[in-house]
């Protein structure tokens, strides 16, 4: 059911890193009271697992690929800054005193 894939790493784009890739799949389950049986189904979503230690050419932790595989990369504070500034935000705050 799991198969070998190959993906690019998330933080650089350049390094591989080999994963055992799991698809998404439906299990029935059977539960039964007294003398009626009932079936019950419901789907497992898929599944990276990561089986490199790190990313040749960053050199990024497996934790922090799995990481950002499951939640996603957060934004470093200047691609904030540069955003606010496109979106014709303020990037400095004064108070008024």
Do not use: W
Request: proline share 5%; hydrophobic share 25%.
């Amino acid at each position: 059911m799991s198969e070998q894939k190959v993906l690019k790493c998330p933080y650089c784009g350049q390094g591989e890193i080999i994963t055992l890739y799991t698809p998404r799949t439906m299990v029935t389950k059977y539960g039964r009271a007294g003398h009626s049986k009932k079936a019950i189904n419901y789907f497992i979503d898929e599944k990276y697992e990561i089986v490199s230690i790190k990313c040749p050419s960053c050199g990024k932790s497996k934790r922090e690929i799995e990481k950002a595989l499951k939640h996603g990369k957060e934004p470093s504070r200047e691609d904030i800054i540069k955003r606010l500034q496109e979106a014709g935000l303020p990037t400095k705050f004064t108070s008024k005193t």
